[in-house]
């Protein structure tokens, strides 16, 4: 897939208010080229540039095999640059698009300065061996090449990668590496949903610079957790997003920022939920607004209701506090953001009626409640004083950082649990399990197949895993990164 690199003429100062982004963002209507003729996020800073999505990689024949090479790069910002983390020279990365029982082999050049590694955020493929192994590190200069073996019941669904390296997950994702894995199957032939307009939406907030001073970032940051200077859409300010009343939206979104909560609403429409982390709800769920926390996906569908400009937007919220610093330190270190806008609908006439949608998308069975739990268990995210890294704060799970000699649970293979995730802080942070996908019990939301929860601050979540179908040994942590960089991580070993 390619898309015209002449950007519409767009002449004017931008100023987004509340983000920090300070200048003048400029362009002349010129054509910005990120070379090679990757369409992959080449982001240029100026709002309302027309949509585009990265490169689309597709497996053939039961296979894909990619090379992801990870270096920094200048891409694009106005008529400057700015400094950024890439895969193939590109943020986000291409989209890996596979099927169930596909082999998926994905070789990663690290062309850092540091080390690094991949994970597949979501699939249900092995965490060992040279597959979805997290404990794997790639040094710099090298490379490592994984195989997943993706089984033929994976559910169809919006998923991504990204680094892994204890204690730089956080620079390294919100300096730009992270990609979508899109699994399809023939939920996806639908005849309604293969109508629609399908993109793909990767959220990211870097911070904005001409250097690589833009990863680092103060331990009161780190403990806040970091939020960037601009909010984008593939790597996109604002992009226009071009609609017709005559045809769905259907749009896959993952939040891939280190920190920040995007609470989605698009202006004039109600949003139309037909797949969470996991996979497809077994029928739409009307909402008017979705928040995604960092490491969440979610899938909608849209029908676009009159021609028009409609914005999409991340509404205000406020994630809380570390409790250290509060809004003292120049704004950087509270969790509240303010309305942004992400993207335009621009909707334009269609010329046959508009398209209606779907009663139900995914059979019952693949959205079957989890059965009743084999056993219970409490975990505890937790911040404390004293004892941290860097003399600051102290990130838990059940009393205990990060430490990956240690395995904090085991549990029998077969078995299915009932996980009560308390939250002891004043921050929200959210929980995620690789490998075993969960259904939420408590709170009840629109239901579906998770493997990242919001666990609010001072309160908790009930969650339901069956433990089945893979045995290994991986990582449960916050993803807001700089807390698990910071020790907020566990280790589970299912055999
Ligand atoms: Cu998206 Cu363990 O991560
Ligand atoms: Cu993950
Ligand atoms: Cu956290």
């Known amino acids: 897939m390619s898309y015209p690199l002449s950007r519409r003429a767009f002449l004017g100062v931008i100023g987004v208010s509340g983000l920090g982004v300070s200048g003048a963002a400029l362009a002349l209507g010129a054509c910005s080229s990120n070379g090679g003729g990757s369409s992959g996020g080449s982001a240029d800073g100026v709002a309302g540039a027309a949509f585009a999505a990265p490169e689309v990689l597709r497996s053939a024949n039961g296979r894909l ?22 895969y193939n020279g590109s943020s986000p990365g291409p989209t890996l698009v596979v099927a169930p029982g596909d082999e998926l082999v994905i070789t990663l050049e690290n062309g850092l300065d540091e080390p690094t590694n991949l994970h597949t955020h979501g699939l249900h493929v092995s965490p060992g061996g040279d597959a979805d192994n997290v404990f794997v590190m790639v040094a710099p200069g090298k490379s490592h090449t994984y195989t997943y073996a993706i089984p033929r019941t994976h559910r169809s669904g919006t998923f991504w990668y990204h680094p892994h390296h204890h204690g730089s997950v956080a620079p390294q994702v919100s300096g730009g590496l992270a990609g979508m894995i899109v699994v399809r199957d023939a939920l996806d032939d639908l005849a309604a949903i293969a109508a629609a307009d399908e993109r793909v939406l990767v959220l990211a907030d870097p911070r904005i610079g001409r250097d690589r001073g833009v990863l680092d970032a103060s331990m009161m940051t780190r403990m806040q957790g970091r939020q960037g200077d601009a909010v984008l859409v593939n790597g996109l300010l604002q992009p226009d997003l071009g609609a017709t009343t005559d045809r769905l939206q259907h749009w896959r979104i993952v939040n891939a920022s280190a920190s920040r909560y995007h609470r989605l609403a698009l202006d004039g429409h109600p949003l139309h939920v037909l797949g969470t982390d996991g996979g497809r709800l077994a029928a739409p769920v009307e909402r008017a607004e979705v928040l995604l926390a960092p490491g969440e996906r979610v899938e909608l569908l849209i029908a676009p209701t009159a021609p028009g400009r409609h914005v999409l ?49 995914a059979d019952a069975a693949t959205v079957a409640p989890v059965p ?88 908790q979540v009930r969650i339901r895993i069956p433990f089945t179908g893979l045995t290994g040994r991986t990582v449960y942590h916050c993803h807001i990164l700089d807390h698990e960089d910071l020790g907020m991580m566990g280790v589970i070993e299912v055999a």
């Open 65 to 86: 095999a990619v090379t992801l090479r990870a270096a920094p790069a200048q891409l694009p910002w106005g008529t400057t640059t700015r400094y950024a983390l890439t």
């Open 313 to 361: 937007r991340a509404r205000a919220y406020d994630r809380g506090s570390s409790g250290m610093g509060g809004g003292m330190m120049g704004g950087g270190s509270n969790g509240r953001t303010s309305d942004v806008a992400l993207a335009t609908l621009v909707v334009a006439a269609g010329t046959s009626a508009g398209a209606a949608l779907p009663a139900t998308v």
């Open 372 to 459: 009743a739990p084999t056993a219970t268990r409490t975990l505890t995210l937790a911040m404390g004083m004293g004892g941290g890294m860097g003399g600051g704060m102290s990130f838990t799970i059940d009393g205990r950082s990060f430490d990956d000699a240690r395995t904090d649970i085991r549990i029998a293979a077969g078995t299915v649990e009932e996980w009560t995730i308390r939250n002891t802080s004043g921050m929200d942070h959210p929980f995620h399990l690789h490998v075993w996908a969960f259904q939420v019990v408590e709170p009840a939301g629109v239901g579906g197949w998770k493997d990242t929860v919001s666990v609010p601050a001072n309160g």
